[in-house]
């Protein structure tokens, strides 16, 4: 069977309520970050990014908070849908040395009627 | 917004066998390419970086080749899977970012499933 670790995190939120997804990056030289949401059998999506000079910045109904002194960054999902089911994955660039996104763990969004 | 397509979304190979999956960039330029590997229940994994007219660079662990690159135009970069086993089998994803655009959002593809048999 399969280990623990190869299993995302699951997290479980009812319809209509705010959701938020933490993850930890690795690299203290990261100055920018991207949330992706990716939906079974498909590539990942866009949904906001952050930059290093900022610790907060909103989208539609997301907002993504970060905090570099322990490397933490968070997503909230605002009024949670069943379209936002997906696995979220956190991602980190350090954008004046090269384009290479290096993607977290990821957590899987399961809504609850 | 940017589209990166992928072809094919899904192939089926016998074991030993050489597979070539390619992703296009259709309404924008892209100097640099990126592959990832993504197995199941997993993040995505950075393979390598493809870049137009010169050689791919590979992530550690990466067997370079095994898993041949080559970026022949702005538009079209292609990972050949030499060899394929059983294990080889995942979902390939590349990504892709607009050289001409100052975000530096990247645009990723719909994915290939690739099993070997």
């Known amino acids: 069977g399969e280990s623990v670790g190869l299993h995302l995190p699951t997290l479980s939120v009812q319809e209509g309520d705010n959701s938020i997804i933490n993850c930890a990056y690795s690299?203290?030289?990261?100055?920018?970050f991207i949330w992706y949401k990716q939906e079974s059998g498909k590539g990942p999506q866009f949904i906001i990014d952050?930059?290093?000079?900022?610790d907060k910045r909103q989208g539609q109904r997301v907002t993504v908070l970060l905090n570099k002194t322990v490397k933490h960054l968070s997503l909230q999902i605002a009024a949670t849908q069943p379209g936002d089911s997906a696995v979220y994955f956190c991602?980190?660039?350090?954008?004046?040395?090269?384009?290479?996104?290096?993607f977290g763990k990821g957590t899987r969004l399961h809504i609850l009627p | 917004g940017a589209v990166v397509s992928q072809h094919p979304s899904w192939v089926i190979c016998k074991s030993g066998t050489s597979v070539k999956i390619e992703c296009r960039s259709l309404?924008?330029?892209?100097?640099?390419m990126f592959w990832y590997r993504q197995f199941p229940k997993q993040s995505l994994m950075l393979m390598a970086t493809?870049?137009?007219?010169?050689?791919?660079?590979?992530e550690q662990g990466v067997e370079k080749d095994k898993f041949l690159i080559n970026h022949a135009s702005l538009t079209l970069s292609t990972l050949t899977v030499t060899s394929a086993h059983p294990e080889d089998s995942s979902f390939y994803i590349c990504?892709?970012?607009?050289?001409?655009?100052?975000?530096?959002?990247?645009?990723f593809g719909p994915g290939t499933r690739l099993t070997v048999t």
């Open positions: 952050i930059r290093s000079n900022m």
């Open positions: 309404d924008f330029q892209a100097t640099t």
């Open positions: 493809s870049n137009e007219g010169s050689k791919a660079t590979y």
């Open positions: 690299n203290s030289a990261s100055d920018y």
């Open positions: 990504s892709a970012r607009d050289r001409l655009s100052p975000s530096y959002e990247q645009y």
């Open positions: 991602a980190e660039n350090i954008e004046s040395r090269d384009d290479k996104i290096i």
